[in-house]
């Protein structure tokens, strides 16, 4: 079975993808900030992680780093509310 890490600090949005990701059959491991995924990454090495651009005081940037430093190579999505063209050029550009 397919497994995918959500990174959504808004709790109800996290449930709500949460519970739609697992209708469409995948095992979901989640978190609210990035402290916790490099380690549910190591644990659980999920097909796609998705992360929110915008954690509250942190950054998704920052976790496209993380995973690229422990030679995370499948999946990621990169989500926002906030979707400007230097969002996206700088997380395409981070991995």
């Known amino acids: 079975m397919s497994s995918v890490l959500l990174v ?3 709790q109800a949005l ?8 697992e209708l469409d059959g ?17 644990e659980n ?7 929110d ?3 509250g005081t ?10 690229s430093d422990l030679g995370y190579r499948r999946g990621i999505i990169v989500i926002t509310a906030y979707g400007t063209i230097d969002n996206v050029l700088n ?3 981070n991995g």
């Open 8 to 10: 959504e600090d808004e």
């Open 14 to 21: 996290r449930r709500s993808m949460r519970r739609r990701l």
């Open 26 to 42: 995948y095992v979901v491991f989640e978190t609210q900030n990035i402290a916790v995924a490099p380690s549910l990454v190591r």
């Open 45 to 51: 090495d999920p097909e796609i992680v998705i992360t």
């Open 53 to 55: 651009l915008n954690l």
């Open 58 to 67: 942190e950054n998704g940037i920052d976790l496209l780093h993380q995973l």
């Open 91 to 93: 997380a395409v550009r």
